[in-house]
């Protein structure tokens, strides 16, 4: 199905091939996992398969491709679309259509399937990912992990024999996950389709995989069957801490409902985080996490309810630059915040806004350049960066400004263990040096390593809360049980 051979890419003029002579070899039926750290092209082999580089994304190839007996490297990628569904790590990019289902359908119309049969393969889709009822949603309005389950939904409406997935499951809750790979297993072992699919930890989520390929600086390190013993462990926290500071965030019997919506977005939540605390939030697509993100940092309003930050009632006008000291919110998708042309003016921006002396403006950015080794990046442009650097950047940029809250929704989306790492720890000093820290996130791990409390949320409300050992791995032995009994995604 997959015949690479001897293939090297390089993009522009930098100095290191992404892929460096590169040959492999993938039969139909194989459902094969890319593993690697970031950088180490996983995402630029994906991507080499139906021709997204170098024709949509410029690079020199060298070296022979075939793929389901096509030639990508000749073959516009619209021709090749019919053979291979891809999906890549930035769904919310490739939602063009103005209703879920239309979105679903827009694929299989420019394969020419007749009206009559669309209709039937767009609700299976749709169901298969649990994204029943959303059928004339808007997709902006889509939470992360609901615009993911979408971007999924597309491809496998076309029935490719070929499937081609960038880390599919980064921002799926962990019983989406679980259920997706469920799926990739049917369509394999059922269908016979071939399943490629980056994945960045390659731990735990290979099951199901036949065969782990693990590439490092472009070439490939290691070949084989996956690793049994490879389980999803929680790593120690990176520190103990007793946070005992005042109440920054006051969140109080809060409900909100989206306008035309059918049920509350969030539904009478109530938490408190204190100066020097990292409270963890987690909790299923769609429960609520992102719409609470907003609320705590005041840029909407409750329907019922009061949020206090810093003190003051975020219906309180304030002045920008005291909302900006108080709270700052890294969200989702960092392409809503990243407004500046280069990386340094983006980190300098909020400073700016501050009111920083220019002379401060230039030390605070260099350290925190340096800190997230942002370094080598300072003249990009942030959102041609890939998915988990850019966030890197807007988390550096909002830690620049050292709000009393800190608001990270899915800081972690893309990175990999070196990434978490790094900014598990830049939470952990935020904290010791007195900074309420909420974190809404999917990525267990991450919570492990930083939070002091975690809450539960599941259709707007708190379901459960704990301290992260016992609560997180109780989450993914619940997730494994629901995968187990439940088809849908
Ligand atoms: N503008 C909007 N209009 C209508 N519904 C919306 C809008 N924004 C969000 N929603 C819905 O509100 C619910 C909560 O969304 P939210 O983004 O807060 O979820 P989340 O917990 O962050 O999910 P995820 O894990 O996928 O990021 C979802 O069902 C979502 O579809
Ligand atoms: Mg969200």
């Given at each position: 199905m997959i015949?690479?051979?001897?293939?090297?890419?390089?993009?522009?003029?930098?100095?290191?091939?992404a892929?460096?002579a590169?040959?492999?070899?993938?039969?139909?039926?194989?459902?094969?996992?890319v593993?690697g750290?970031?950088?180490?092209?996983?995402?630029?082999l994906?991507r080499?398969?139906?021709?997204v580089?170098?024709?949509?994304?410029?690079?020199?190839?060298?070296g022979r491709i075939?793929?389901?007996?096509?030639?990508?490297?000749?073959?516009p990628v619209?021709a090749?679309?019919?053979h291979?569904?891809?999906?890549?790590?930035d769904?919310?990019?490739?939602?063009?259509?103005?209703?879920?289902?239309?979105?679903?359908?827009?694929?299989?119309e420019?394969?020419?399937?007749?009206?009559g049969?669309?209709?039937?393969?767009v609700?299976?889709?749709?169901?298969d990912?649990g994204?029943?009822?959303?059928?004339?949603?808007?997709p902006?309005?889509?939470?992360?992990?609901?615009?993911?389950?979408l971007?999924l939904?597309?491809?496998?409406?076309m029935?490719?024999?070929l499937?081609?997935?960038?880390?599919?499951?980064?921002n799926?809750?962990?019983?989406?996950?679980?259920?997706?790979?469920?799926?990739?297993?049917?369509?394999?072992?059922?269908?016979g389709?071939?399943?490629?699919?980056?994945?960045r930890?390659?731990?735990?989520?290979?099951?199901?995989?036949?065969?782990v390929v693990?590439?490092?600086?472009?070439?490939?390190?290691a070949?084989g069957p996956?690793?049994p013993d490879a389980a999803l462990?929680?790593?120690?926290?990176l520190?103990?801490?007793?946070?005992?500071?005042?109440?920054?965030?006051?969140?109080?019997?809060?409900s909100l409902?989206?306008?035309g919506?059918?049920?509350?977005?969030?539904?009478?939540?109530s938490l408190?985080?204190?100066?020097?605390?990292?409270l963890?939030?987690?909790?299923?697509?769609?429960?609520?996490?992102?719409?609470?993100?907003?609320?705590?940092?005041?840029?909407?309003?409750?329907?019922?309810?009061?949020?206090?930050v810093?003190?003051?009632?975020?219906?309180?006008?304030?002045?920008?630059?005291?909302?900006?000291a108080?709270?700052?919110l890294?969200?989702?998708?960092?392409?809503?915040?990243?407004?500046?042309?280069?990386?340094?003016?983006?980190l300098?921006?909020?400073?700016?806004?501050?009111?920083t002396?220019?002379?401060?403006?230039?030390?605070?950015?260099a350290?925190?350049?340096?800190?997230?080794g942002?370094?080598?990046l300072l003249?990009?442009h942030?959102?041609?960066?890939g998915?988990a650097?850019?966030?890197?950047?807007?988390?550096a940029?909002i830690r620049a400004?050292?709000?009393?809250?800190?608001?990270?929704?899915?800081?972690?989306?893309?990175?990999d263990?070196a990434?978490?790492?790094?900014?598990?720890?830049?939470?952990?000093?935020a904290a010791?040096?007195?900074t309420?820290?909420l974190?809404?996130?999917?990525?267990?791990?991450?919570?492990?390593?930083?939070?002091?409390?975690?809450?539960?949320?599941?259709n707007?409300?708190?379901?459960?809360?704990?301290?992260?050992?016992v609560?997180?791995?109780?989450?993914?032995?619940?997730?494994?049980?629901?995968?187990?009994?439940?088809?849908?995604?």
């Amino acid at each position: 199905m997959i015949d690479l051979h001897d293939v090297t890419v390089r993009f522009g003029t930098r100095g290191e091939p992404a892929l460096d002579a590169v040959s492999l070899q993938v039969a139909a039926g194989e459902h094969v996992v890319v593993a690697g750290p970031l950088g180490a092209g996983a995402s630029t082999l994906l991507r080499l398969l139906n021709g997204v580089v170098p024709h949509l994304v410029a690079a020199t190839v060298i070296g022979r491709i075939r793929v389901a007996g096509l030639d990508p490297l000749t073959l516009p990628v619209y021709a090749m679309a019919g053979h291979v569904g891809m999906v890549l790590d930035d769904p919310g990019l490739t939602a063009t259509q103005g209703t879920v289902a239309e979105e679903v359908a827009f694929g299989l119309e420019s394969l020419g399937i007749p009206a009559g049969a669309m209709r039937p393969r767009v609700a299976t889709a749709l169901h298969d990912v649990g994204l029943d009822g959303l059928d004339d949603r808007d997709p902006a309005t889509l939470s992360g992990g609901e615009q993911q389950r979408l971007a999924l939904a597309s491809v496998l409406a076309m029935e490719p024999s070929l499937l081609v997935l960038d880390e599919p499951a980064t921002n799926l809750d962990p019983a989406g996950a679980a259920a997706l790979l469920a799926i990739l297993r049917r369509l394999c072992v059922g269908r016979g389709v071939t399943v490629i699919r980056a994945d960045r930890d390659a731990c735990g989520a290979t099951s199901g995989a036949t065969r782990v390929v693990r590439l490092a600086a472009g070439r490939i390190a290691a070949d084989g069957p996956p690793d049994p013993d490879a389980a999803l462990g929680l790593p120690a926290p990176l520190g103990p801490r007793s946070p005992t500071g005042h109440v920054v965030l006051a969140v109080s019997d809060v409900s909100l409902t989206y306008p035309g919506a059918a049920t509350q977005a969030l539904d009478g939540i109530s938490l408190e985080v204190r100066a020097g605390e990292v409270l963890g939030m987690t909790g299923p697509n769609g429960s609520g996490k992102s719409t609470l993100a907003r609320l705590a940092t005041g840029l909407t309003q409750p329907d019922a309810g009061t949020v206090v930050v810093g003190g003051l009632d975020t219906r309180v006008r304030r002045p920008a630059r005291e909302r900006a000291a108080a709270a700052g919110l890294v969200f989702q998708d960092p392409r809503h915040q990243l407004l500046a042309a280069t990386v340094r003016e983006e980190l300098a921006l909020g400073l700016r806004a501050l009111r920083t002396p220019e002379p401060e403006i230039s030390r605070r950015t260099a350290l925190i350049a340096e800190r997230f080794g942002l370094g080598p990046l300072l003249d990009r442009h942030p959102l041609r960066l890939g998915r988990a650097t850019r966030k890197v950047v807007a988390v550096a940029a909002i830690r620049a400004m050292a709000p009393q809250l800190l608001v990270l929704d899915e800081p972690t989306i893309g990175a990999d263990d070196a990434l978490r790492l790094l900014i598990a720890q830049e939470i952990v000093d935020a904290a010791g040096e007195g900074t309420g820290v909420l974190v809404l996130s999917h990525d267990v791990r991450l919570l492990a390593l930083v939070a002091d409390r975690v809450l539960v949320v599941a259709n707007g409300r708190i379901t459960a809360s704990g301290s992260p050992g016992v609560l997180l791995a109780n989450s993914l032995a619940l997730a494994g049980a629901e995968a187990a009994s439940a088809p849908a995604l």
